[in-house]
């Protein structure tokens, strides 16, 4: 009789676990379904570049040639005899995410934990790379930026340029009146879920007319 009961005991503690799987696997299904919806609202678009330096001179309050300095200049001349202009640079991306938030639920902000990118200048790829801490959106809110901080060696890209050629060319890339029309950047943002981290399936080209 004790083993009869033990028995029953036994089958209805296995019908709560199973019952417990079924209602827990069926809960990560719909949050999975529902940052798949969040991620794919999310929309992104080029906003500026910011902070731009080259061997440590600041660009981004130029304007014209007149602008450098006696000192800048000797900066920057020796610099381009060694063929090396290092520059720095923010990359700020805006982000359009509808996605409802509530201060008291965590589970609707989004964390970008990964960003994958590749910066493409007149067409021509010019550096890859990733962001290097996640990223928290807020959600419900109209924009948010994302700063991507870039750093490569722009002699690389002048192609042979003078002097003022050169520094006309990196004021209309980061000075005080730049554009980023001649910018594009392919990004494939990846969120974290409770189920683990999901990717978009393709790169998203990001440029500055308009969000993507």
Known sequence: MSILKSKKTNLKLMKKIILFIAITTLILGCTAQRSIEYL???????HSITDFEIQGVRIDGKSQ?????????L????????????????????????????????ELDIEITSLPW???LNDNKILAGNISE??????????????????????????????????????????KNSTTSNITLFAQPKISTIIGNIRVPQPIKIVDYEFR
């Open 118 to 120: 590749e910066l493409f």
């Open 134 to 175: 996640p990223i928290h959106l807020k959600g419900d809110i109209n924009e948010e930026k994302i700063p991507i901080k870039i750093a490569l060696n722009v002699f690389e890209l002048l192609d042979k340029k003078g002097v003022n050629e050169f520094l006309n060319t990196v004021l209309k890339f980061g000075g």
């Open 65 to 73: 040639l007149g602008d450098f300095s006696p000192s800048d200049m």
């Open 40 to 46: 794919a609202k999310m929309k992104y678009k080029i």
């Open 75 to 106: 900066t920057l001349v020796p610099a381009l005899g060694r063929e090396k202009l290092y520059a720095s640079f923010t990359l700020n991306i805006l982000v359009q995410n509808p996605n409802p938030t509530d201060s008291k639920n965590d």
